[in-house]
Structure formats: structure tokens, C-alpha cells
């Protein structure tokens, strides 16, 4: 059963930083490129950053440029996503995804994990 869960989100203060994880299980996690999107509260869903097979290449969106870092650790099968200096726009649950190809649509989501940045 492909599986990817999520772990990490929480409330936090404006400027902390915070890494979110995620989990993957059933099926070669070195095998897929992989991705994390945000949904705030009330908006769409929105992609933030993706990562290749290796984790060599990676692409954010342009609002994510700068403060987020996406990483990998194959040996694991666990994504991350690194936030610095969160602000309150930040806030919503974010989702890990699995990929066919960079910038591709998922094909498999995450259940998420809720963020809160408090000012």
C-alpha cells in the first residue's frame, strides 16, 4: 500500500523555523521525484517546492523561493521541507506528493500537516 505521511507541523511563533517530514512506504521512494504543496485556509492548493529521484535538482515556486528548502533522504525513504523565518501567510497544512516528473501534477498525496504560525 503506498503510504506517504506527514509529520512535523504544529503552532509556532513568527521568524521560528520549522522541518516538516514525510514518511514514505510501498513503493521504491528512490525511484519517483517528489513534491510538498500548501494549502492556507480557504485557498486552493498550491505547490512549493519539487525535488528529483536523487535530490540533486530541485525547483520552487517563485512565493517559495528563498525561506523553504526541500531535501531528501533516500537511505530513509523521508522527504523534508525546511521553513525559515515563517510568517503568518505560511500558515495551513501542508501536503507531501509523489511526482512522475518535475512540475508534473501528483499522483499521490499525503494526508498533510497543519502548520499554525502565530504573530
Known amino acids: 500500500q503506498v503510504q506517504l505521511v506527514e509529520s512535523g507541523g504544529g503552532l509556532v511563533q513568527a521568524g521560528d523555523s520549522l522541518r516538516l517530514s514525510c514518511a514514505a512506504s510501498?513503493?521504491?521512494?528512490?525511484?519517483?521525484?517528489m513534491g510538498w504543496y500548501h494549502q492556507a485556509p480557504g485557498k486552493e492548493r498550491d505547490v512549493v517546492a519539487w525535488?528529483?529521484?536523487?535530490?540533486?535538482?530541485?525547483e520552487y515556486a517563485d512565493s517559495t523561493k528563498g525561506r523553504f528548502k526541500i531535501s531528501r533522504d533516500n537511505s530513509n525513504n523521508t522527504l523534508y521541507l525546511q521553513i525559515d523565518n515563517l510568517k503568518p501567510e505560511d500558515t495551513g497544512t501542508y501536503y507531501c506528493?509523489?511526482?512522475?516528473?518535475?512540475?508534473?501534477?501528483?499522483?499521490?498525496w499525503g494526508q498533510g500537516t497543519q502548520v499554525t504560525v502565530a504573530v
Open positions: 510501498g513503493f521504491t521512494f528512490r525511484q519517483w521525484n
Open positions: 506528493v509523489r511526482i512522475a516528473h518535475i512540475k508534473s501534477p501528483p499522483t499521490i
Open positions: 525535488i528529483s529521484v536523487g535530490g540533486r535538482h530541485a
